[in-house]
């Protein structure tokens, strides 16, 4: 079971309802009773707290695989504090200062730079400059994500598709957008690197899975220099010139309603941090954040993965959560 701490192996409609993961335990369980031979690997480079917490019971036996596959030591990280680069106009829209300098670098040097936005859209939700109305799906009551390139506002809870009029659906007034998604993002960065080959992967883009396929192979290939994208980028690529990531806005990740979001920051991010600098060359992960001093960012910083996962477990013990309970 390759990195069984992704929550896709969790399958909650249509129904049956399982978890691929436990299922392969269990099926491993049956066999065994079965009198059958039947051992089973769960890889990941970043363990759920529920896979660690089974192998501190023994339940589980922890191998650890102490080298990459190329040899090459995990990429720096360097923590950009924005609420402090705001201060002394250090920001260019949503990339600082100090940013745009790593992207010239790593393109000077024939290198490229995959750059992580959690949200698509253009703008995350639309506020009315009137009344101060956020636009909500009729259905949902989530709010809207402005969609510039097609004119629409869409819910990404249920789809609900909307024409986009720039007036307030409540008095008429005019709508600001608030946030900003990945098609944002791109547009910034066209801006900022004019020379730059940029491209976009997103789920509005893996919809036509044959232009996703495409985008993949140029900047596989080396045709496209920067690539935006959330989180369907930061898994399981292996792109050789690939020498910067980047997150912007890593606190989104943060803000998560899930007692996991943490935890699943830490994996995300780590994960992310493995795409780059995979050919024994040292690469560099880039964490825009208000919240320079957040543990989940120090823990990646520091290398203290171990203590964090510690502590994370005590919390879980403390206030009843799972492993700890059900």
């Known amino acids: 079971v390759d990195e069984e701490h992704d929550n896709s192996y969790k399958q909650d409609s249509p129904a049956p309802r399982y978890n691929g993961r436990d299922t392969a335990l269990m099926l491993n369980q049956l066999q065994n009773n079965m009198g059958s031979k039947c051992n089973i690997i769960l890889g990941s480079a970043t363990p759920s707290l529920e896979e660690l917490y089974n192998c501190l019971s023994d339940r589980h036996i922890k191998v650890d695989l ?76 989530v709010s809207l994500s402005f969609h510039k390139n097609a004119g629409q506002q869409k819910c990404h809870y249920c789809g609900k598709t909307l024409a986009h009029t720039n007036s307030c659906s409540k008095c008429g007034g005019n709508l600001i957008p608030l946030g900003a998604g990945t098609q944002k993002i791109e547009e910034e960065a066209a801006s900022l690197f004019p020379s730059a080959r940029i491209a976009r992967l997103d789920s509005d883009i893996t919809q036509n899975k ?117």
Request: charged share 25%; proline share 3%; glycine share 10%.
């Open 66 to 141: 102490t080298e990459r596959y190329h040899g090459s030591g995990d990429a720096e990280v360097e923590i950009i504090d924005t609420k402090a680069e705001r201060r002394k106009n250090g920001m260019i829209g949503n990339f600082s200062r100090v940013l745009i300098g790593h992207i010239n670098s790593a393109l000077a040097a024939g290198g490229q730079v995959l750059i992580l936005r959690s949200r698509r859209a253009w703008a995350t939700a639309l506020q009315c400059e009137g009344c101060g109305e956020i636009q909500k799906c009729p259905h949902c009551n």
């Open 210 to 326: 044959t232009l996703e396929n495409q985008i993949i192979k140029d900047f596989s290939n080396g045709k496209i220099n920067i690539l935006i994208g959330t989180q369907i980028v930061a898994k399981g690529f292996d792109f050789s010139r690939l020498s910067l990531v980047a997150v912007i806005a890593a606190d989104t990740l943060l803000g998560m309603q899930d007692f996991r979001a943490d935890e699943k920051a830490v994996q995300l991010l780590e994960q992310f941090r493995g795409r780059c600098g995979r050919r024994g060359s040292k690469g560099l992960l880039v964490i825009q954040t208000s919240q320079p001093e957040h543990p989940v960012y120090q823990s990646l910083y520091r290398n203290e993965a171990l203590d964090f996962n510690a502590n994370l477990l005590q919390e879980r013990m403390d206030f009843g959560f799972p492993p700890y309970s059900r």
